[in-house]
């Protein structure tokens, strides 16, 4: 059992930074892989990164490998999303979640947070 919370969106400029934030409640939150999603108006929801358990194993979407890291403070309860090189294309509605299955489909996560808005200008 988890609550999630997603903050730190904002508006940026291309080439520019942010830093989401997903909080946790429960007292198991170390136990959850856990992963974050975007989803744009019109479109569907897309994976973006997923990090295991102890944070020591992450993925990342294709589109975003090298810009995008993910990372956990299992201590905070934390997930993070460091987003560099933004590109106007980044612009989303962003979500974190928790992994249930092995896969990087929507179905494959759960719990899923309010969301955070990202918009990044040209």
């Known amino acids: 059992q988890v609550q999630l919370v997603e903050s730190g969106g904002g508006l940026v400029q291309a080439g520019g930074s942010l830093r989401l934030s997903c909080a946790a409640s429960?007292?198991?939150?170390?136990?959850?892989?856990m992963g974050w999603f975007r989803q744009a108006p019109g479109k569907e929801r897309e994976f973006v990164a997923a990090?295991?358990?102890?944070?020591?194993?992450?993925y990342y979407a294709e589109s975003v490998k090298g810009r995008f890291t993910i990372s956990r403070d299992n201590a905070k309860n934390t997930v993070y999303l460091q987003m560099n090189s933004l590109k106007p294309e980044d612009t989303a509605l962003y979500y974190c979640?928790?992994?249930?299955?092995?896969?990087?489909?929507?179905?494959?996560?759960?719990?899923w947070g309010q969301g955070t808005q990202v918009t990044v200008s040209s």
């Open positions: 429960g007292r198991t939150f170390s136990s959850y892989a």
């Open positions: 990090i295991n358990r102890s944070g020591g194993s992450t």
């Open positions: 979640a928790r992994r249930m299955y092995s896969g990087t489909r929507s179905s494959d996560f759960g719990s």
